[in-house]
């Protein structure tokens, strides 16, 4: 469909006077065609036709670093690897970290997969997530779910035979609450926060037992570093899309919450968590001093910024949050990879 503008009026003006009344009459006119149903259908269309045009052009590359959610897989791939460096003893294994860490790639990445495959619909009714593969049809969902059930069950099988037994265990109880636990309850109870904060917090916990064998009290440190952190930062995003989780069918504490008292008190409450269990890997003679005065300052923080985001429980302030969450963490483990005692 295609709208013609006729501005035609005049032609030639035959003095300043009658050329400022057609430059009027020339905005008047096309202020009504903006205002026309023509207008907007052709305006739509086009704009239809370039998001149609980016979904082709859009390499398979990014299409699958969308469906293993690489952003959150290099996380969980930043934090096994410094829970593998702290647990290590003597001199360096490349070996075993390199198995650890490709193995735990693989099930991140299956987890991510199947992760979609499960909430298709649901991310299909929110502008942040509608650009997934499956909502925008670049990917099938049996190309998901083999993908997705392949690269699982490959992680699991590698960590078993390459690093030990102990970090396949826990590699299996992370897919399956993620999956079976975390992401049904979305749908269910504004809890599926805490819940989904166990599966997040295994990486670490993963990259010390694969490290030591073991689980003992320093790994568990860098999993409660991990569970407590988490909460804020999630709060903070639920806040910030509050209004599309609710579209969507997800139960979120800051969507059946409307005055916000009970998120900002979550946000504090496990901030301040995390400023204490952010000194255990000092007390647990992990780290040094360096790291104990980096984590208390980090805490203090990224406590303020919840104290504010419960006082005024605003966009601003959510942002405020969620952007000391992720500036918080990469600081606190780097201090912590610095600072490791020897």
């Not at 013609?4 to 005049?10: E, T």
């Not at 790639?105 to 619909?121: D, I, M, P, T, Y």
Request: charged share 15%.
């Amino acid at each position: 469909m295609t709208v013609r503008f006729n501005f035609r009026c005049c032609e030639p003006p035959q003095n300043l006077a009658c050329s400022a009344v057609c430059k009027r009459a020339k905005w008047v006119r096309f202020a009504e065609i903006r205002r026309s149903s023509a207008y907007q259908i052709t305006v739509k269309a086009t704009y239809s036709s370039v998001q149609s045009t980016a979904v082709v052009e859009k390499g398979w590359v990014s299409v699958y670093a969308d469906l293993i959610k690489a952003r959150l897989t290099l996380l969980v791939l930043l934090t096994t690897l410094v829970g593998f460096y702290i647990g290590w003893q003597g001199t360096m294994n490349y070996a075993l970290m390199f198995h650890a860490l490709l193995g735990t790639a693989l099930v991140a990445s299956g987890a991510a997969a199947l992760n979609q495959f499960l909430e298709r619909e649901y991310d299909a009714r929110m502008r942040r997530t509608a650009s997934r593969p499956l909502p925008s049809g670049r990917l099938q969902p049996v190309t998901v779910i083999l993908f997705g059930g392949f690269c699982s069950l490959a992680g699991l099988v590698y960590l078993a035979l390459l690093v030990n037994p102990l970090t396949s265990v826990l590699g299996a109880v992370s897919l399956v609450s993620y999956l079976f636990i975390y992401t049904p309850l979305k749908r269910i109870t504004w809890l599926n926060t805490a819940v989904g904060a166990i599966p997040g917090a295994l990486p670490p916990l993963m990259g010390w037992a694969a490290a030591r064998g073991n689980l003992d009290g320093g790994g568990w440190a860098l999993f409660a570093i991990l569970a407590f952190w988490q909460i804020p930062h999630f709060f903070a995003i639920a806040w910030i899309y509050r209004d599309e989780y609710a579209k969507a069918g997800f139960v979120m504490l800051p969507a059946v919450d409307p005055d916000g008292s009970r998120t900002g008190h979550q946000a504090v409450s496990h901030t301040l968590g995390l400023l204490i269990v952010g000194l255990c890997p000092f007390l647990f003679h992990l780290a040094g001093p360096i790291y104990l005065v980096a984590a208390f300052g980090l805490g203090v923080g990224y406590l303020v910024c919840a104290i504010q985001f419960a006082r005024r429980l605003d966009l601003a302030a959510a942002r405020r949050l969620f952007f000391a969450s992720i500036i918080y963490l990469p600081l606190l483990l780097i201090a912590l990879v610095a600072d490791k005692v020897k």
